[in-house]
């Protein structure tokens, strides 16, 4: 029985060349918007830093900052061949790359290839299957796959409410923030691309707790931040906000916060359920 050590991540767009000769490389997709593949890295072949650019929104795709020891480095690889006509889709493939350990504690480089959609619409990433389904063609606005089949590239992966089901079913704590790194490998605001949070809101709140609950505040404030402009007023959030900020040593960024969740929670006439290590910071 294996179990994983160290999962990097690793993307490569099919059919074009993977070497640093290739330079720095800029999909143009649909209404203007762009993928950039920059910081070639070469042990991974592939670029380090992959960005996308729409009209309103720009953001890091395959990306999950942490306060946790580094677990690996994410490297694409670009291919205009794979774009679409209407230049709306383009597939790549991932490849989770890095050390399992087995049970006698030995240490095995391993990889696990994906085929995954990006949406130039809105930076959208979409896990459609084995690395065997981006062997193939563009036929009209349709992705026909080498051996057979044709694949849906606007598909999305779990929604938040199937995915709060999943991660609520796992031990509190680490296995739940684990679990959401695992299903948001596309990055937190790719993930908020495929599903709005305006629309998930109180699901998008459980997973910064996860997230913070395992000690991965750094993403906790990446769900946060998208909800504070959407819902300022939601009382649970300035408690997970304040706590998260707390956590990451912003000790005067949390005290506001906490600040206003008592007084909130005092207006409700439910000052008796504030916490006590609320006043004991905040003093």
């Given at each position: 029985?294996?179990?994983?050590?160290?999962?990097?991540?690793?993307v490569c767009m099919l059919t074009l060349p993977c070497h640093a000769d290739e330079g720095p490389v800029d999909v143009h997709g649909y209404n203007g918007t762009t993928l950039q593949f920059r910081n070639w890295d070469e042990t991974h072949a592939g670029w380090s830093d992959i960005e996308y650019k729409g009209s309103s929104t720009t953001f890091k795709l395959y990306n999950l900052p942490s306060t946790m020891p580094p677990s690996g480095i994410s490297t694409v690889a670009a291919d205009t061949g794979k774009l679409s006509p209407d230049k709306k889709y383009v597939m790549m493939l991932r490849?989770?790359?890095?050390?399992?350990?087995?049970?006698?504690?030995?240490?095995?480089?391993?990889?696990?290839?994906h085929c995954d959609a990006v949406s130039l619409e809105n930076g959208c990433v979409t896990d459609v299957g084995s690395a065997f389904q981006c062997d193939g063609t563009w036929q009209g606005q349709k992705w026909k796959v080498a051996t057979g089949g044709i694949l849906d590239s606007s598909q999305k992966d779990v929604p938040p409410n199937q995915l709060i089901k999943n991660v609520s079913r796992l031990p509190a704590g680490d296995s739940r923030s684990s679990s959401l790194k695992n299903w948001m490998f596309m990055g937190i605001p790719s993930y908020m691309a495929c599903y709005p949070p305006e629309k998930n809101i109180s699901e998008f709140n459980d997973f910064g707790f996860y997230f913070a609950e395992g000690g991965e505040h750094l993403l906790a404030m990446q769900v946060y931040n998208k909800l504070l402009n959407l819902a300022p007023d939601r009382v649970p959030l300035k408690l997970n906000v304040a706590d998260s900020l707390w956590a990451l040593g912003k000790h005067d960024e949390a005290k506001s916060f906490y600040s206003a969740y008592r007084n909130a929670m005092l207006k409700k006439g439910a000052g008796g359920k504030v916490p006590t290590r609320i006043q004991e910071r905040l003093n």
């Open positions: 029985m294996f179990k994983y050590f160290l999962v990097p991540l690793v490849v989770d790359s890095g050390e399992v350990v087995d049970e006698q504690g030995n240490k095995i480089n391993s990889e696990q290839a």
